[in-house]
């Protein structure tokens, strides 16, 4: 019997495949995949529409089995997060409304991974290090100090690197890179 995760993937994959839809996996299901080790009571994807509709996107996630959670169409449209619970697992789902820039790059990096016995794209470490550097809570700098101790020299840290210094250029931040480097000197303690 799969996960209930990937129950939850399997219908996020049968909503975004069929429409030709690009999209990836991040968060904590991603950071799983990259080596981190902690329980998650949610998944988190990045999917591209095209030229879908919000309306037409949001009918299909709902055709399969998902349910926007008490948001109005102004908050989706405000925020880019569709705010979903899949009704057979009660998990919920927040899709992100990917553009173009960063989180392009993040989905031509993608990874096809078996997340509980359904493959799907993954982000690729790199990437989820640098997400999770941006989110900047205490539970992704878990993420991120296993994600490198378990991933060590494989990890391409220049392109960490560089992913931290455009974000900090458009954030006009300047913690980022260091954040990188203090979790890369924990991880090899």
Partial sequence: ????????????????????????????????????????????????????????????????????RGVETDFVRETRVLPLVHLETGINADVVIGGPGIEES????????????????????EDVVAMKILGGRSKDREDVVAIIAAQGPSLNYSRIRSTLELLEKALD????????????????R
């Fill in 1 to 68: 019997m799969p996960s209930p995760f990937a129950e939850v993937l399997s219908s996020l994959r049968g909503t975004f495949e069929p429409l030709e839809l690009n999209w990836y996996v991040f968060g904590a299901q991603a950071a799983l995949v990259h080596g981190a080790v902690r329980m998650t009571a949610d998944v988190d994807v990045t999917v591209f529409p095209g030229d879908l509709t919000m309306e037409a996107l949001v009918e299909a996630l709902e055709a399969n089995g998902f349910d926007l």
């Fill in 106 to 125: 993040f989905r031509s990096r993608a990874e096809l991974a078996d997340l509980g016995g359904t493959i799907v794209p993954v982000a690729a470490a």
């Fill in 173 to 188: 931040r300047s913690d980022l890179v260091v954040e990188l480097e203090r979790a890369r000197a924990e991880a090899t």
